[in-house]
Nanobody, 124 residues
Framework: QVQLVESGGGLVQAGGSLRLSCEASGRTFSNYAMGWFRQGTGKEREFVAAINRSGYSSYYADSVKGRFAISRDNAKNTVYLQMNSLKPDDTAVYYC?????????????????WGQGTQVTVSS
């Protein structure tokens, strides 16, 4: 089992920045690719970003490309999501997810482990 705990959400004005963190415990963190997903009110959970086990490859949804950056620190068992130039449309609960797979990282079904989510609210 892998336990994931997100932090760093909050209320920010449009154009502002936030950094989300997700700390993992329970298994060897570097064995897992990690992803961030989000779910707005009344919407389906959607892919935001993913990073492979080593941290050398990352993937982004078109809606956040150029504004968000995913990174990981395997020594700290933590994955990050730096969010810049935030827009009201970015308002959602953000979830961290982990998988021992290495492909299809944009798909929710790839991930076996999920955090409880952290709320991000962007005001206009």
């Amino acid at each position: 089992q892998v336990q994931l705990v997100e932090s760093g959400g909050g209320l920010v004005q449009a154009g502002g920045s936030l950094r989300l963190s997700c700390e993992a415990s329970g298994r060897t963190f570097s064995n897992y690719a990690m992803g961030w997903f989000r779910q707005g009110t009344g919407k389906e959970r959607e892919f935001v970003a993913a990073i492979n086990r080593s941290g050398y490859s990352s993937y982004y949804a078109d809606s956040v490309k150029g504004r968000f950056a995913i990174s990981r620190d395997n020594a700290k068992n933590t994955v990050y999501l730096q969010m810049n130039s935030l827009k009201p449309d970015d308002t959602a609960v953000y979830y961290c997810a982990g998988t021992d797979g290495s492909s299809w990282l944009q798909h929710r079904s790839t991930y076996a482990y999920w955090g409880q989510g952290t709320q991000v609210t962007v005001s206009s």
